[in-house]
């Protein structure tokens, strides 16, 4: 749980994006889409999920031939699961918080160490509420990374205000930002 008297992240180390993207397209489209770009590269996907819990990786795994590039997805919900799983520091997650861009980065590069099979690595954590901190409310942090490149780190400020929608929303953000890997 994070805790309730600090302040929000400031997000140094993060960019926030605005998506441009026809909003038009639902979860699994998008998934297609991301499917089909993994494909049409060669390229193996993994990822490390906290607030969507496993959702993205569930999407793709609907997609008939899938297996060929999505390497696989750790659901690393609780801070201990992200140490031990991820190897996100102690230290990180008592200063920053589990939500922040540190553990952000720190989820996908222990995520491509771990997944050696995968060119691609991408982790997202947040606070989706109810009950969150002033400043986290639809906070999250999405890490992009491509094998041998500095990952990316990105913040975005989920819009949805139930639970649900923006879980789906979260998931539907990281996969159109793998589109745009």
């Known amino acids: 749980m994070l805790p309730t008297t600090r302040p929000p992240p400031d997000s140094p180390g993060a960019d926030r994006i605005q998506l441009k993207r026809d909003t038009s397209m639902d979860l699994e489209t998008i998934a297609e889409h991301v499917a089909q770009k993994l494909a049409d590269r060669g390229e193996r996907l993994a990822l490390a999920e906290s607030c969507t819990g496993g959702l993205i990786a569930a999407t793709l795994a609907t997609i008939p031939g899938i297996s060929t590039n999505l390497a696989g997805s750790m659901v690393v919900y609780q801070e201990a699961t992200k140490q031990s799983w991820l190897g996100v520091a102690e230290d990180t997650l008592a200063e920053h918080t589990a939500v922040s861009p540190p553990v952000a980065h720190q989820m996908v590069t222990g995520l491509l160490q771990r997944t050696p099979q995968a060119e691609l690595g991408a982790s997202v954590t947040g606070h989706l509420g109810p009950d969150a901190p002033d400043g986290f409310d639809g906070l999250v942090f999405v ?32 996969l159109e930002l793998l589109l745009d890997l």
């Open 143 to 174: 890490g992009l990374c491509r094998r041998g490149e500095s990952p990316k780190i990105l913040r975005v400020d989920l819009v949805k205000k139930k639970r649900v929608a923006r879980q789906r929303e979260a998931a539907m953000r990281v």
